[in-house]
């Protein structure tokens, strides 16, 4: 595996059990990737050392040549890198039970606490200083460096290395192929088939606009559904790639009051707004949501690092081609062929009556100069009184964490629609408490 024709891809996290292998069997399953230097860094060198083991496997069972390497030098690996993925945690698992079991305290029991709310207001906190650094580091070293981040909250952390650096930077989510998923499910047909039409943030996007082989797709929709609930057409919940299972009543019960389909995780979809996660655990039964414990995590973790060792050992086979873009981004870069899909951008007008340099989460156009966002016009007005709120907060939180401003961390918290129920001084007690818990 020496041959280095292709980019060097730098993976920043390159220890992570559950992006590492899919991320790797993606690049390998593309011809146009052949021949890339690849490296893994990462604190974790042991996995690290796993994740490699399972690539080169990937490679040898693809009969493919590449070069895998693991280090834990910044500098060793942005020198010179063409594309550099980050998929990290700062803090990892014991930082996230204090965002998850605090928040329970003050009468808020989140699904997941990774994007918005108390565990996404101290995610951002403890993460935006790491990324900043990284930033600054890879523009040192690799000034044309393309920064494709997985980390959430994906708002505020790509954000963060924009208002850090120049580099080409962009979000990436596969929550919207979710919606994609269950569109193609209830009409029986492919995603090719689909025209959708969408704008939001991360994980709080709406469809504003949909056909279905060219014909109007909300009216097909109520059609379709003929007074049933989404989980009674699609006859069940989903569970996504990474393991995390979600019904559908919350996105279905929005449907029916608003008339337009938003994020089909209920799990995330239901931190964004006031009522469904607080003040008691009871309120989640309603709409069968499901909370992700740390415990849970830990498990996944241990079930994800038994498969890249059995990919390691040829055991099991590598990964089939996932719908993640991080891949088609790099090779439409690399070829300068043109590519739209989802991305995570500053709003320059994409979306017109949100606020201005939020990111938010619209289709974009992908080529060798990097991401132009898709212009899709307002939202709804009812949408946006919605959305609105969590751009402001994320802007705010950013800038707290950029400057290193305590008041205005506590005041972006107060600001979050989830702690609605709470007074000020509540929220603020809640805010020094994560802060103390998680200063390490």
Same mark, same amino acid.
């Given at each position: ?118 565990? +996404?207001?101290?995610? @951002?906190?403890?993460?935006? !200083?790491?990324? *900043? ?6 523009? $040192? ?123 089909? +995780?209920?799990?995330? @979809?239901?931190?964004?707004? !006031?009522?469904? *996660? ?6 989640? $039964? ?155």
């Amino acid at each position: 595996m020496t041959t280095t024709n292709g980019p060097k891809i730098v993976m920043v996290g390159g220890g992570s059990y559950g992006w590492g292998p899919k991320l790797l069997s993606d690049i390998m399953q593309t011809p146009e990737m052949e021949g890339s230097e690849i490296v893994l860094l990462d604190r974790n060198l042991e996995a690290a050392r796993e994740i490699c083991a399972a690539g080169k496997a990937i490679a040898a069972a693809l009969r493919k040549e590449y070069k895998i390497r693991v280090t834990r030098s910044e500098t060793s690996a942005f020198r010179d890198a063409d594309f550099v993925i980050i998929t990290i945690t700062t803090g990892g698992f014991e930082m996230m039970a204090h965002d998850l079991s605090i928040p329970e305290k003050y009468g808020i029991f989140q699904t997941v606490g990774d994007t918005v709310g108390p565990g +996404g207001w101290s995610r @951002t906190l403890r993460n935006v !200083p790491v990324f *900043v650094g990284l930033a600054r580091k890879i523009e $040192k070293y690799a000034r044309r460096a393309v920064v494709l981040n997985y980390t959430n909250p994906m708002a505020s952390l790509t954000g963060a290395i924009i208002e850090a650096s120049s580099l080409r930077t962009v979000g990436l989510c596969h929550g919207v192929f979710s919606n994609y998923y269950v569109l193609e499910k209830l009409f029986g047909v492919r995603e090719e088939d689909l025209a959708v039409k969408f704008g939001g943030v991360n994980h709080f996007f709406w469809i504003t606009d949909f056909a279905v082989k060219g014909m109007p797709g909300y009216p097909l929709l109520w059609k379709r559904l003929e007074g049933r609930t989404l989980d009674e057409g699609l006859r069940e919940g989903e569970t996504d790639e990474h393991g995390f299972h979600s019904h559908h009543a919350l996105c279905g019960e929005l449907y029916r009051e608003y008339g337009y389909l938003t994020y089909v +995780g209920d799990r995330h @979809t239901c931190e964004f707004l !006031p009522g469904y *996660v607080t003040p008691t655990a009871s309120r989640l $039964k309603r709409f069968k949501l499901v909370r992700t414990t740390v415990k849970q995590r830990y498990e996944m973790r241990k079930a994800a690092r038994k498969r890249t060792l059995d990919i390691a050992t040829g055991k099991l086979p590598p990964f089939k081609r996932s719908r993640e873009t991080a891949v088609d981004i790099m090779k439409a870069i690399v070829l300068n062929k043109p590519f739209v899909d989802v991305v995570n951008l500053p709003n320059t007008g994409q979306i017109d009556n949100l606020p201005r340099l939020a990111v938010v989460e619209t289709l974009g156009l992908v080529d060798r100069l990097g991401f132009r966002a898709i212009t899709i016009g307002s939202l709804p007005d009812i949408i946006e009184q919605m959305v609105a709120p969590h751009c402001k907060v994320q802007q705010m939180t950013l800038e707290a964490a950029l400057t290193g401003n305590k008041k205005m961390a506590l005041e972006s918290l107060m600001m979050d629609p989830i702690c609605s129920h709470l007074s000020p001084s509540q929220v603020r007690s809640m805010g020094r408490d994560l802060m103390e818990a998680t200063k390490e």
